[in-house]
Each structure stands twice: as C-alpha cells, then as structure tokens.
C-alpha cells in the first residue's frame, strides 16, 4: 500500500460524493414542490457534501495508479463507506431528528439496499427524506450489479466469478464493447424500475409510491414508503407485480440485457436461476399449504401472502406482506432459515445465493462419492461445466465464514442487551442484506430503532459486511494489504 | 454393496449386542441389591437381548469380508444403530414408565453422550436405570475415542486426520502394536474414570454420585443423578474437580496416554490443545468478567460459576451449575455460541473441534492474501506441518453441512410446534452433542420431555449425526454407497 494508491481511492471516492450531492437536489427539489422545509436541508447537504467532495477531489488529483487487485478492493470499500456517510447527512440534519448513529445506520441500509429501518411514522413523513431513502437503494442495488458483474469477477470472490465463466461462452460475450454493455446496464435498470412503477401505478398506488416502491423493489432493497410496508396495500394485483419484480430483480442482470434487447431466454438453461426459481417456489408452496392445513390463514388469502413473503425474504428484498411472526413457529423458523438463500449472482440480492447453495451440494455429493471409492477423481460440476478449485475453494470458505460472522455478530448484538431472537434475526439479516428480523423489536411490525446505538453500528458494519461479500471487506484485514 | 458385506456389518453389530446385553446385569444387580423391582426389567432385557443377539450372530456367520471404506462406514452406523436400540429397551419397561420415542431418545443421548435428557424426578429415580443412563454413556465415550483415533482417519473424514499425521512423528508412535495401543485407551481411560470418581467423593459425593458423575465426566456426556445437575454441589471443590477432568476428557486420547504412562507433555506442543485452552481460558474469563461487571453475580461465586459453564459447554459435556438462562443477554448468546466449539479431535467431546476451527482460520488468513496477490502459493499451516489440500476441503465442508444441517433441523424441530429458541438451539447441541439447550423447555433447568415425540425422533438423528461426525452418516445417503 503506497500514498498514492490511498490518494487516488480516496480521488475516486470524493468524484463519486460530489454526483451523490447534486443527486440530493432531485430531493430537494421534491420538498420544495410541496412545500416541505426539508428542502433547505437537501439544499445545505449538497452544498457542503459537493464543496467537500471538490476540495478534496482537487487536493487528491494525481497520476492515475496500475488498477491492481488491492487498489481494487480499497476502492470499493472505500466507495461504500464514503457513500454511507454522505447519505447519512441528510439525515442527520431533516426535520425527523435521530441520532447520528440512527443516521449512519438508516443511510448503510440504503446504501447496502439492505432495507432495516430505524424510522417510524413513514406515512406521515416528509415526500423528500422517502424518495432519498428509495434513492439511496436504488443507487445503491446498481453499484451490486456493477460489483457483481464487473468487479467480483476481477476480484476471484465469490461464486459469480465462476459463472461468469460458465456464462460467457453461453451467453456470446453480448457487447463487443464494455462501455456498450455497462450502459446498457444502467439503461436496463432504469427501464424495468419505470415499467414496474406504471405497473404499480396501474394496480392503484399513487404516482409517488408507485416510483419509490419501484425503485426499492428493483434494488431489492426493501424501504417503504409505509410503516406497514405492502400490508398497506390491498389490492393482490399490487403484491403480484411485486412477486414478479422481485423475481426479475433476483436474476442475473446479463440474463435481462439478453432477455429485453434480444428476446433471448438464455436465463432459464442457466442452472443458478434454476436453482433460485426451484427453492423458491418449493418454500413458497410449502408454506402456503402449512398456513392452509394449520388453519392459520385461509388458502386463497394465504397463498398470496406466503408466495409473497417467501419471494421477498428469498430475493432479499425484505418488504412485508403480513406480521408473519403471529404465523405460526414453523413460519418462523422457515423465514429465518430463507434469509440466507439469496438470489443470483450478477443481480441486486443478498444473501449467500443460488450459486454458492450449487456448489455446496455438488461438492458434498462428489465428496461422499470420493469417502467411500478414496481414489476417484474429484469433479465437481454445474450442469456441464466443472468448477474450478478455486471456486470450490472459495465457497467453502464463504460458508464457514458467513456462519463464523453470524455468531460473533450475534454474541455483539446480545451483549448491547438485545434478546437472542433479536440478536440472531438481527445478525443473519444485516449479513443478507434482507432488512427485517424475527420478533417482536425487529420483526416484520417492528423498527431498529428501538435497539441500543451500539447494536446499530455493529449490524451497520454487518450490511456492509454481507453486501462486499464479506472477504471484500475482510482483507483489509489482512497485514499482506497494507504492506508495501 | 453386496449382501456379503451387510451380513458381516449385521454379524459385528449382533456380537457387540451381546456384550451389552451382558453389561444390563450390572445395574439389574445394583437394583437387586438396594432392593429395588427393577432388577427384573434388567435381567429380562439382557435375556431378551443376548438371546436375540446371539441368534443373529450366528445366522449371520460367514467368512470375514474385507475391511473396506464401505464396509467400515456400514459398521459404524449399524453399532451406533444397534447400541440405542438395544439400550433403549430397559428404559421402556422400567418402572419410570416412558414412551417409545422418550426411550430411544433417552438411550441416543446416552449412546452418544450428548447428555439431553427427557427424564425426571431423577434424584429419587432407581440406582440401576441411573446407573444404565451413565455407563451408556462411559461406553460410548470408548466408542467415540475409538472412532476418533483408529477409524475416522482410515475414512479421511474429518480434521482429526491431519493431525494424526502432524502428531505420528512428535508422538513417536507410542506402541509398536496397535494391540497394546489400545488395551491402553481402555486401560487409562477407566484409570482416569477412577481417579475422577476417587475425587469426587474426597470433595464429599456420595459413592454412587461420584461412580456416575466420573463415568459422564470422563465421557464429555453430562447425564447427572440429580435434576439440578452439579448444582446440587454446593462445594467448591466438586465443581473444580469436574472443570479440571472436563478438560482432560477434552484432550486428545493419544496426548493422555503418553502423560500418564511416559510423563511426556506432548500435548502441549499440540496446536489443537492450545488453541482449544485458549478459547476456553478466553471466554472464561470474559464470561466472569461480564457476571462481575454487570452485577449478575459476586465475583468469587461468579467465577467459578463462569468458568464451570464454559467448561462444560465447550467440552460439549453440558452439566450445569447454576439456570445461567437466568444471568443477561450477553450470556446466552455467549452460551449458544460456545455450543459449536468443542474439543480435540481424539477426544470424547463432540462439536466442530478445536483442529477445524484452525483449519478453517488459517484458510480464511490465506486466502485473504492470495485475493491480494492472486499468484501466491497457497499452503495452509498449522505449526510447521502444512495442512493437505484434501483436508482443508474436507474441513470447509463440515463448516458449509453443519450449519445448512442446524438450519434444517431448526426448521424441522419447529415445525413440531417448539419456538424458535427451542428450535434453533435443539439443533445445535443435538449436532454438537452438548446435551441442553436454551430457553425455559430444554434449557439447563428443563428436560427434553415436554417436545414431541417427533421432535425426539429429530433431534436423536441430530445427535448420531453429529456424533458420528455428519459424513459417516451421509455418506448412506449417496447412490455410490449402495452400488453393486
Ligand atoms: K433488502
Ligand atoms: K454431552
């Protein structure tokens, strides 16, 4: 780690905080309309976050580095951060009044698209401090794809890097040319977040819920403009479009390039969103039937509400239909254990993800294979490719540290004074990144406000934690980093 | 798989039946000696069993096949299998008068040596079944020390493996002949039991409570005679006199066998033995610290509380000295996550082990360097031997199964009806082989009685699953096994 590599992270950060501030006019803007005081704080908030970016962004120009690895992963821990704290401004100063761990925690949960909330009184809430929390996690849900498509790959983390792999053959290489294809990204995003929202609009939400939940939805982020969340509407016609959207959100972002520009439906012969729709619709249809046979919710009413809860705990996008912890305990139990699967690789979920639940299990049954015929070679494959050790390698470790990190976040939480369902829920959520956890502080009716500031850093550090793929974040622990 | 092959396994498990048909008559003459009816339940079930036993033994005679992975893996289910079965029956028809599901629950704990009890009123109980419950347990922590140092490394499942390999050349293979090894493991393992038990009744147990306590000491099983476990101890000494035995049960067998016959402290060269003191002193002392601290306890009391629990919890051996859910938030969680730890491999404690938690730590520490320099030869090391590569994936499984295992059975256990602490902690010390869990239902003052019947089935596959360390088990599971 040299001076200069710090300078140019720290450049690169400061340009993104000066867009992020003029980004807070839009706001801004919106509050002005209606007349809110707010505007004065979206006002203000830009102007010293752009002045500060600017000064700074001066101060740090220099040659650019060698885009190495370790430059790599210091940008992209470095990006989020700044981009929480910036974010975290408005907040601090509107006319709400939280504390400024509340205000840090609030704008990583936007930043991460994680979706916990320390809020309550949403529907009475000022229209520009809502759309900044939906902006938040829309930004937010594009920078994962970007991370996911672009940078893990780069990086070797995670289970996408091999399906990259897998896919680029498969898939043509669809844009000869990257900045063709990372427009084509953002133009994507940007299309399939209006038609959900007209979609939204058409089943009988107002124009501004309509473009907040959309944003929310399509970053599977989770915020609402609602302390009910989407119990607030009525109408099944807004929770299908929903269904569908979460879905969409959850697929591998190159699948829906193909899919919209070319009409191309490689998606469905990839066996990640095989694997993501299979679970999926088994849970989904598990526990509509158990709500049936326990009597809990009657079927007609109940399957919409179960397909919904499990599509958005699967896809991690954490809005909620019902206060499901009056279910029943299997309920429970089931949402809690759907917190971790996640949803593709290359898309805006959290969660560990289909890829890495494909690896786990070719790698279990190939070893039991070679415990019982110790000579056999090993290959573990996904469809017709074989995995390499490397990613092999890496999965295992993920699952190992995902649950090592679970545990100790959980110990953190409980020593804040947190009961265990609280602290466990709490943990598993914020390293998924899907937004609420089980009980009754901060279950699905519940807010994170009520928890100690403490509880809100460490849970703020797991979001960041969960959404950089954990090793992201973790080398910089490494001595290896930061030597020269 | 070929009928040969099940015959032999079925032949093996038959012969060992025998042998603890032969071992009912000792508390059938205890009960016989204190008068009590129960002598008859004792000696009809050795009847029963040694008859059926000798006649399968002898159906099944047959030439001897050859000792071969499957077939050890067919064996080792099958005498697990048949050692619950078979000491199931005195506890159906014993005057305690229990179900089915509670005997064949009561009778895996034992087996096992998990310690999970459904039984009651046991301060007033009849000598013989309290004496059964204990010397299940004694024998299946020979079983479980056998296991861990002649065949789970001949299988190459588990971290034990390894270190079989780093400590052949420091241990200096101890015995010339496998033999003389081990006449001494049962030899220094009943010496130990008997120096144990000695100091149980110096610190002022009575004859029969110190026998018991020694034999679930020594097999990290945590069966006690009294409802209130080592609570009912109001001396210090007994208490320290458990914590220092817990520990050394918790060392590796071979480490044991060369202190008392060679007075050599290999052990303490041994990576795993460091870092499982380690962990133990750690959170020991943060543990009395936070009793102290938030006035949960007065020091001196609360320290040899803290450390018994910590003790008994990361052994895996499960007494309890105090309803430590009645202490803070922090302390639960700190409990819970305790549950997982474990102790050396080689030893009778169950849980994830102190070698693959250094696996697992010197993956992630490599790993997180070669993401920075992507070029770097990746070795892992414990000490100076360098981990196989077939090990370090072997251990990351484990990790990945245990927990996408805890999951399940959480959900499976709650599906019952239990809540989710009951659940998610049910599974838990089921796979690590702890004994309680948290919560009022089976936390360290209740018993397992109150769960379902089909909650027991679940957590007594828990426990066989976690105590025959996941794979072993699994490994059925996969076609291959079965193949012709
Ligand atoms: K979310
Ligand atoms: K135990």
């Known amino acids: 780690m040299n001076a200069n590599m710090l300078r140019s992270a720290v450049h690169v950060s400061?340009?993104?905080?000066?867009?992020?501030?003029?980004?807070?006019?839009?706001?801004?803007?919106?509050?002005?309309?209606?007349?809110?005081?707010?505007?004065?704080?979206?006002?203000?908030?830009?102007?010293?976050?752009?002045?500060?970016?600017?000064?700074?962004?001066?101060?740090?120009?220099?040659?650019?580095?060698?885009?190495?690895?370790?430059?790599?992963?210091?940008?992209?821990?470095?990006?989020?951060?700044?981009?929480?704290?910036?974010?975290?401004?408005?907040f601090m100063f509107a006319t709400i009044d939280i504390s400024i761990a509340d205000a840090f925690f609030e704008a990583v949960s936007g930043?991460?698209?994680?979706?916990?909330?320390?809020?309550?009184?949403?529907?009475?809430?000022?229209?520009?401090?809502?759309?900044?929390?939906?902006?938040?996690?829309?930004?937010?849900?594009?920078?994962?794809?970007?991370?996911?498509?672009?940078?893990?790959?780069?990086?070797?983390?995670?289970?996408a890097s091999f399906f990259k792999i897998e896919s680029s053959d498969r898939y043509d290489r669809p844009?000869?040319?990257?900045?063709?294809?990372?427009?084509?990204?953002?133009?994507?995003?940007?299309?399939?977040?209006?038609?959900?929202?007209?979609?939204?609009?058409?089943?009988?939400?107002?124009?501004?819920?309509?473009?907040?939940?959309a944003m929310t939805t399509m970053a599977s982020g989770g915020f609402s403009t609602h302390d009910r969340s989407f119990a607030f509407f009525t109408n099944p016609w807004t929770h299908w479009v929903a269904i569908v959207f979460m879905i969409i959100a959850a697929l591998p972002f190159t699948a829906l390039i193909l899919l919209a520009l070319r009409a191309?439906?490689?998606?469905?012969?990839?066996?990640?969103?095989?694997?993501?729709?299979?679970?999926?619709?088994?849970?989904?249809?598990?526990?509509?039937?158990?709500?049936?046979?326990?009597?809990?919710?009657?079927?007609?009413?109940g399957f919409t509400k179960a397909v919904f809860t499990v599509v958005s705990i699967v896809t991690t996008t954490g809005y909620a239909v019902d206060n499901y912890m009056e279910w029943n305990t299997f309920t429970v139990a089931l949402i809690l254990m759907a917190t971790v699967l996640g949803g593709c690789a290359g898309s805006t979920t959290g969660?560990?993800?289909?890829?890495?639940?494909?690896?786990?299990?070719?790698?279990?049954?190939?070893?039991?294979?070679?415990?019982?015929?110790?000579?056999?070679?090993?290959?573990?494959?996904?469809?017709?490719?074989?995995?390499?050790?490397?990613?092999?390698?890496?999965?295992?470790?993920?699952?190992?540290?995902?649950?090592?990190?679970?545990?100790?976040?959980?110990?953190?939480v409980a020593m804040t004074g947190a009961d265990l369902v609280t602290a466990f829920s709490g943990a598993l959520t914020a390293l998924s990144n899907v937004g609420p956890g089980l009980g009754d502080v901060i279950g699905p009716t519940g807010t994170f406000g009520p928890l100690e500031d403490s509880a809100k850093w460490i849970l703020a550090f797991g979001m960041l934690l969960g959404r950089l793929e954990l090793f992201t974040v973790l080398v910089l622990l490494s001595p290896a980093f930061w030597r020269d």
Request: with cysteine; charged share 10%.
């Open 111 to 159: 930043a991460t698209a994680s979706g916990s909330t320390v809020l309550t009184g949403l529907d009475t809430m000022p229209p520009g401090i809502l759309l900044w929390r939906s902006m938040l996690q829309w930004i937010g849900g594009l920078g994962v794809i970007v991370l996911g498509l672009f940078i893990l790959p780069f990086l070797k983390i995670g289970g």
């Open 14 to 90: 400061a340009i993104f905080a000066f867009y992020l501030a003029t980004m807070m006019l839009i706001p801004g803007l919106v509050d002005l309309y209606y007349d809110n005081e707010d505007w004065k704080v979206f006002a203000s908030s830009a102007a010293m976050i752009g002045g500060i970016a600017a000064l700074v962004a001066v101060a740090t120009r220099s040659s650019p580095p060698v885009v190495s690895t370790r430059f790599t992963f210091l940008v992209v821990n470095l990006l989020w951060l700044t981009f929480s704290a910036a974010a975290a401004v408005p």
């Open 264 to 301: 191309r439906f490689d998606a469905f012969r990839d066996n990640q969103v095989l694997v993501f729709l299979g679970y999926t619709l088994f849970l989904a249809i598990l526990l509509s039937m158990q709500l049936d046979i326990s009597d809990t919710i009657e079927f007609r009413e």
């Open 175 to 213: 844009f000869a040319r990257f900045s063709t294809y990372a427009y084509s990204v953002v133009g994507i995003y940007a299309a399939l977040t209006l038609l959900c929202a007209s979609l939204y609009a058409w089943s009988g939400m107002s124009g501004f819920d309509a473009i907040n939940h």
């Open 351 to 412: 969660g560990i993800k289909a890829t890495r639940w494909i690896v786990l299990f070719g790698i279990i049954k190939r070893s039991l294979e070679t415990f019982i015929y110790p000579h056999a070679i090993r290959t573990v494959r996904s469809g017709s490719v074989s995995i390499p050790d490397q990613t092999q390698y890496v999965t295992m470790m993920y699952f190992g540290t995902f649950f090592m990190l679970a545990g100790i976040g959980t110990v953190l």
